[in-house]
């Protein structure tokens, strides 16, 4: 039990403190000769002055070792003499148990190697399409021995957003997290910045669907010749098939671990999913039925003539749309358009889809509005949308910002009980991809050539439902994300199947036997 110290005690002793002082009372107050009371007033000063020193510097330890238990807590003051009570103690050990450890993950080491110069990117397209590419990048920097510059994220496409990569990704966990691979910086060394910015910068675009040699033979050559090379195009660079195995494994871990959303992205998704499981299961809908891709495909089922000639003029607007005369009835007869929301809703009821399921459309606005989305929020009844799941001030700061908005759809898509998309865009193709990675997860890939045919005949009462729904299901039953070997054709990578809906090079064997879709 602790007592406390007399008064008399507590200033007559202070060598507790280290000050080797000692006050006496006696000798203060006892003298002799002729300057004794002089003597005894400059004993009273002096003692005054020890005892008020005392105090400082005593106040002075109590106020620092009252800082240390603030910051250190009761790790380190729980072993030191206290006054508290045993119920208090157990209250501080309990608050201590709520609190984790703020200890920083452990990094990988940092990979040593000669650097051959640096490399810079710049991504072009939508938020899937540049993170495909920034994995593709890396992989080509890890490849070439270079240092990479954080790369510059599309802001002149269609989407017009302005947001540079920390805005999106989480940058330190990018550049630490792959320090064992190669070496990645935010900015080019001051002397490289200065020179680029007085306009000596190499720039080029890469040829498309490209096998690691070419970067080798051609690229690296160039790097060390003007030390910086910029590659002004991204998407497709790479080739899907035919790589080293390490490279393709660096490849998933990119994309898998490496690219990490921003805190504040992944927060918000957070909430999503919470509000979504709140309520059961639920379906995300990738329906890519916007201004922009109905304009860039030229598919235009079920629009008026103002809507056509609106969306013909916008494909014209656009130089970097190079296909201007489309055939929108042959297109989508050939399988190339999105589904319709009317196709959609079709399809889902045909495949026997609850309509009491939540249903997440993971899109922008829909073209045409509540006009073309009424058939399918007849069918099912529980469509929502982030917009309508959040307060307006918690997408406050992702208005304007399409690829923030995006990186929510995408959190959602990885997370929910169905992935189904009506088209084979890149968010489509890279959010198969990772279900398979998290494990095979149920995603829908739907066969728009046959299904067009199918539902065309449904409306003209060549098939009646039974029919109809059996047939859908019948062709879909292996298009489930189930494990499946990569499709490969030679010298026609467009069509083949893309890296990133399906790395199989690093996904889990299954037990199954693998089988072509």
């Not at 006696?26 to 007033?41: D, L, W």
């Not at 910051?71 to 208090?88: A, D, I, Q, Y």
């Not at 299901?473 to 054709?489: Q, T």
């Amino acid at each position: 039990m602790c007592k406390p110290e007399s008064n008399s005690n507590k200033w007559q002793d202070l060598g507790w403190m280290g000050l080797n002082l000692k006050v006496h009372k006696e000798r203060v107050g006892s003298g002799s000769g002729s300057g004794s009371g002089s003597g005894s007033g400059r004993g009273r000063v002096k003692l005054w002055m020890i005892r008020a020193t005392s105090s400082v510097i005593l106040w002075t330890c109590i106020v620092q070792l009252t800082a240390i238990g603030d910051l250190w807590g009761p790790r380190v003051l729980k072993g030191w003499p206290s006054c508290f009570t045993h119920e208090s103690a157990s209250n501080s050990r309990a608050m201590d148990i709520q609190f984790p450890s703020s200890r920083p993950p452990l990094l990988p080491p940092k990979r040593v190697y000669k650097n051959n110069g640096y490399l810079m990117v710049s991504c072009n397209g939508g938020l899937n399409q540049m993170r495909a590419a920034i994995c593709d990048m890396v992989a080509i920097a890890r490849h070439l021995n270079v240092t990479l510059i954080v790369p510059e994220l599309d802001k002149t496409s269609f989407w017009a957003d302005p947001s540079e990569f920390q805005d999106i990704f989480d940058v330190d966990h990018f550049i630490t997290s792959l320090r064992d691979e190669v070496r990645i910086l935010k900015e080019l060394p001051t002397r490289l910045k200065l020179k680029v910015e007085h306009g000596f910068l190499y720039s080029m675009p890469p040829i498309s669907w490209s096998d690691i040699s070419y970067y080798k033979n051609q690229i690296l050559p160039l790097i060390q010749k003007y030390k910086v090379v910029h590659l002004n195009r991204t998407d497709a660079r790479l080739a899907n098939n035919g790589q080293p195995l390490e490279i393709q494994k660096l490849r998933c871990r990119v994309n898998f671990s490496a690219l990490k959303f921003t805190p504040q992205i992944e927060e918000l998704g957070r909430k999503v999913i919470s509000l979504l499981r709140k309520n059961g299961p639920f379906l995300v809908l990738h329906l890519r039925y916007e201004m922009d891709m109905l304009a860039f495909s030229g598919c235009t089922q079920g629009c008026n003539n103002d809507e056509v000639e609106e969306l013909t003029r916008m494909r014209y607007a656009y130089p970097w749309w190079k296909e201007k005369i489309i055939n929108s009835d042959l297109k989508r007869r050939d399988g190339l358009c999105p589904l319709t929301p009317e196709e959609t809703a079709l399809t889902l009821r045909a495949l026997d889809i609850d309509r009491n399921i939540q249903i997440y459309i993971a899109a922008g606005e829909i073209y045409g509005g509540e006009r073309r989305t009424t058939s399918l929020s007849k069918e099912y009844p529980k469509l929502v949308r982030k917009e309508t799941l959040l307060e307006p001030s918690d997408l406050r700061f992702f208005q304007n910002h399409s690829s923030q908005m995006a990186a929510l759809d995408y959190l959602v898509s990885l997370e929910s009980d169905i992935f189904v998309p009506t088209y084979d865009g890149n968010m489509a193709k890279v959010v198969a991809g990772h279900r398979r990675y998290l494990g095979f997860k149920k995603t829908i890939l739907l066969n728009r050539k046959l299904l067009v045919d199918l539902i065309d005949q449904y409306n003209n009462g060549i098939l009646n439902w039974d029919r109809f729904s059996s047939a859908v299901k019948e062709s879909h039953a292996h298009r489930m994300g189930n494990p499946s070997k990569r499709l490969v054709i030679h010298d026609k990578p467009k069509e083949e199947d893309y890296f990133y809906s399906n790395p199989e090079e690093c996904l889990e064997p299954s037990n199954d036997l693998l089988s072509r879709t």
